[in-house]
T-cell receptor, first 112, second 112 residues
Framework: AQSVTQLDSQVPVFEEAPVELRCNYSSSVSVYLFWYVQYPNQGLQLLLKYLSGSTLVKGINGFEAEFNKSQTSFHLRKPSVHISDTAEYFCAVRRDDYKLSFGAGTTVTVRA | NAGVTQTPKFQVLKTGQSMTLQCAQDMNHEYMSWYRQDPGMGLRLIHY???????DQGEVPNGYNVSRSTTEDFPLRLLSAAPSQTSVYFCASGRDRGYEQYFGPGTRLTVT
């Protein structure tokens, strides 16, 4: 069964505009959620994580995400993007077997 | 700390050849894993290890072997390369399988 669904495969956005990347998950264990970013020709870096506590999580580079238990979502947002935010973004969730499951990724292209 | 290192960065193999992808981490993490990344499929877990001497299969283990003789090193062996193994391979480590992972820079493998 698919554990993570990233609803958009590609998101084009203009510089200084806001962006939202959508992620829905399925998991019956305690929910641990992550967003990673992959810049071109690099490995993945952790942007932010939700383990418990406040449902609004702030990460690096001005990104934040909101955990919504009733909608099983963990959408990523940034109020104003830069050219340097062009990258692929992956949502991940801890599965029932306690391993991480990754979504298929969302490619964000920021244009001037 | 160097974090997670992988060698080589690029490799071209002919069908039927074997090779070993190297991975090392200096963060004293018990958990290490190998993923492959293919377009539109996110990251898929090949093999993982929860400590020295302990390994297990992930989602796509066929054609790959691993061993973990030390905490630091987790090599991935391709036994007889096939074109379907053309991919980008990432090694990752973490404190546990369900927590955040730290990724290496990746190895881009082409099998002709």
């Amino acid at each position: 069964a698919q554990s993570v669904t990233q609803l958009d495969s590609q998101v084009p956005v203009f510089e200084e505009a806001p962006v939202e990347l959508r992620c829905n998950y399925s998991s019956s264990v305690s929910v641990y959620l992550f967003w990673y970013v992959q810049y071109p020709n690099q490995g993945l870096q952790l942007l932010l994580k939700y383990l418990s506590g406040s449902t609004l999580v702030k990460g690096i580079n001005g990104f934040e995400a909101e955990f919504n238990k009733s909608q099983t979502s963990f959408h990523l947002r940034k109020p104003s993007v830069h050219i340097s935010d062009t990258a692929e973004y992956f949502c991940a969730v801890r599965r029932d077997d306690y391993k991480l499951s990754f979504g298929a990724g969302t490619t964000v292209t920021v244009r001037a | 700390n160097a974090g997670v290192t992988q060698t080589p960065k690029f490799q071209v193999l002919k069908t039927g050849q074997s090779m070993t992808l190297q991975c090392a981490q200096d963060m004293n993490h018990e958990y290490m894993s190998w993923y492959r990344q293919d377009p539109g499929m996110g990251l898929r877990l090949i093999h993982y290890s929860v400590g020295a001497g302990i390994t297990d299969q992930g989602e796509v283990p066929n054609g790959y072997n691993v061993s973990r003789s030390t905490t630091e090193d987790f090599p991935l062996r391709l036994l007889s390369a096939a074109p379907s193994q053309t991919s980008v391979y990432f090694c990752a480590s973490g404190r546990d399988r369900g927590y955040e992972q730290y990724f290496g820079p990746g190895t881009r493998l082409t099998v002709t």
